[in-house]
């Protein structure tokens, strides 16, 4: 009984760290568009630019790069409140929109209640020691406790489980008004506010403690970035790399200083500050973008098409033409997308100490381009990332050394990939045995050679194919999905068909427990998602 209750905890945790992930992302998108648009307007309105292209000079340019650097900024100055509002919006399962209303009502409450604390006890919001000392900044007008992601994070998880438990809330006939769905941003606001009395008697401490971590990142050199990188892909599979991520990218852990007068924290939020600002970037704000793009780029843009034309080159020549259009597909995400899973998971499950060679080398780019001096930041790692935040930055990014590192990575890859596939016999696409000419049909049947054609999404993947390989309606809990994967609990995970699922299109299949599965689809995941879920719905 005692076994059966921790597993049962353990696959509740796992449910829990996958969803949070996957709230990550709303945001997470937005920035990265925000960071495109950012790095274009400043580059193409700079001084350096307008310089050497007189005709950008002109003002109706000048207003439209403006512009896009303005619009850039509304992720950047308004990111904690954007977590506080998609964590409840991502986790809850109904009500979507009360649930977000309500992170921001209870994010909005919180500070109010630290400025109310601070106030109370005659905090001097001009005195730099005090400023120091709670972390005083103004968040949202309001003068308050800086808490970043942090607070985010806590005002969402708890907003996420005020909404389960009291979106169905009954009231007395006399605050009937007040009850279900209206009661949600009501009980938000009472809690956050409590809450919010608390944190500058704990912050302080917590603070230095975010602090203590990131130092000791910084003093292990280009150390820091290798072991970034490497564990980045060694919690993709299960994936929790967006935890580790987010907090590299929005708190002390990635690096914090000064960027033109104001304290900032978090490596994502410097290298965006600086793009606005005109002085020239800091050791501060060059050591937390170690963290960022640039170290992927030997990867991305080298490394994992090499693996992916060794692939090609090791399967059997009758096969090559059928596997050529899923590499390609890969190789095009990977390097213009920069999402890596659909070329990863047709080796991670196959040779797993081949997935782990793939982590150190992708930590080794991330020690390169520090090394190097490389100076491209974002999220991504993709080409759009080299033009945008590299090329068009000028050559103080040393943008023009990344094709030489991904040259490398490319020949590294292609070499070792060639070299495991063929000495250890590793069944990577093109290489299984040939199969019926008719896939689809069963042992003993055979297909329909005339009928209706299913409706396929994205002209490739068969919603209704794919639900009866995941057991079928009956078999599904929750469904939702991140960038590239569904994320699902289910009722029995033995119920899934993972050969028949890779021949309708999925790379790969993840089983966690025996309740809790991820199918990587790829980029058009979205789409396979909301059609899955309609069908769920109409059964």
């Not at 009722?491 to 599965?517: M, N, P, S, W, Y």
Request: charged share 15%.
């Amino acid at each position: 009984m005692k076994i059966a209750r921790i597993r049962q905890a353990k696959s509740a945790l796992w449910e829990f760290f996958q969803g949070l992930g996957k709230t990550f992302m709303l945001p997470v998108a937005l920035l990265a568009f925000c960071g495109i648009m950012l790095g274009i307007g400043s580059s193409l309105s700079s001084d350096a630019v307008t310089g050497n292209l007189t005709f950008l000079q002109g003002e109706g340019f000048h207003l439209v790069f403006t512009w896009m650097a303005n619009t850039g900024q509304v992720a950047f100055t308004f990111l904690p409140v954007l977590f506080a509002m998609a964590i409840p919006l991502g986790l809850a399962r109904e009500d979507k929109g009360v649930a977000a209303f309500s992170g921001f009502v209870g994010y909005v409450s919180m500070n109010l209640a630290v400025n109310f604390f601070l106030t109370a006890r005659d905090v001097d919001f001009e005195d730099k020691g005090q400023i120091a000392h709670y972390g005083i900044a103004d968040v949202l007008g309001i003068q308050s406790i800086d808490t970043g992601l942090v607070g985010a994070v806590v005002v969402g998880i708890i907003v996420s489980v005020l909404h389960r438990r009291f979106r169905t809330q009954r009231m007395p006939d006399a605050l009937a008004f007040f009850g279900g769905l209206r009661f949600v941003p009501i009980i938000s606001a009472l809690v956050l506010s409590v809450l919010g009395l608390l944190i500058p008697l704990v912050w302080p401490t917590f603070n230095g403690w975010i602090k203590d971590i990131g130092e000791a990142i910084g003093h292990a050199g280009v150390f820091g970035p290798f072991f970034f990188g490497a564990g980045e892909v060694l919690l993709r599979p299960v994936g929790l790399h967006h935890v580790l991520v987010a907090m590299f990218r929005f708190t002390d852990v990635g690096g914090s200083g000064a960027v033109c007068g104001e304290h900032v924290s978090g490596a994502l939020n410097m290298f965006y500050a600086q793009l606005n600002c005109n002085a020239p970037a800091n050791a501060d704000v060059t050591s937390a973008t170690h963290f960022l793009s640039q170290g992927k780029m030997a990867a991305y843009l080298g490394g994992l098409p090499g693996a992916a034309l060794a692939m090609y080159h090791c399967a059997r020549r009758a096969m090559r033409p059928e596997i050529k259009a899923l590499l390609i597909s890969g190789v095009v995400a990977c390097v213009v997308g920069g999402i890596t899973e659909p070329l990863e998971f047709l080796f991670l499950f196959i040779a797993p100490w081949l997935y782990l060679i793939h982590a150190v080398l992708v930590g080794l780019g991330f020690l390169t381009a520090a090394v190097l001096g490389v100076f491209i930041g974002n999220t991504d790692g993709n080409v759009i990332d080299w033009l945008v935040f590299g090329v068009l930055q000028g050559t103080t990014t040393k943008w023009y050394l990344v094709p030489v590192i991904a040259a490398v990575w490319f020949a590294a890859y292609y070499f070792l990939f060639r070299w495991a596939i063929r000495r250890f016999d590793l069944k990577t696409p093109g290489r299984d045995e040939p199969e019926p000419d008719d896939e689809s049909a069963e042992p003993g049947e055979e297909a329909p050679a005339d009928g209706p054609k299913p409706e396929l999404v994205a002209g490739k993947y068969d919603p209704v194919a794919i639900l009866e390989a995941l057991g079928g309606p009956a078999n599904i809990r929750t469904l939702d999905n991140c960038i590239t994967r569904l994320r699902m609990t289910v009722e029995d995970a033995a119920q899934l068909d993972e050969a028949r699922l890779k021949k309708l299109g999925a790379v790969g299949v993840v089983t966690l427990d025996a309740h809790t599965v991820q199918v990587v689809i790829g980029p058009q995941v979205q789409s396979v998602k909301d059609a899955l879920d309609g069908l769920v719905r109409t059964k």
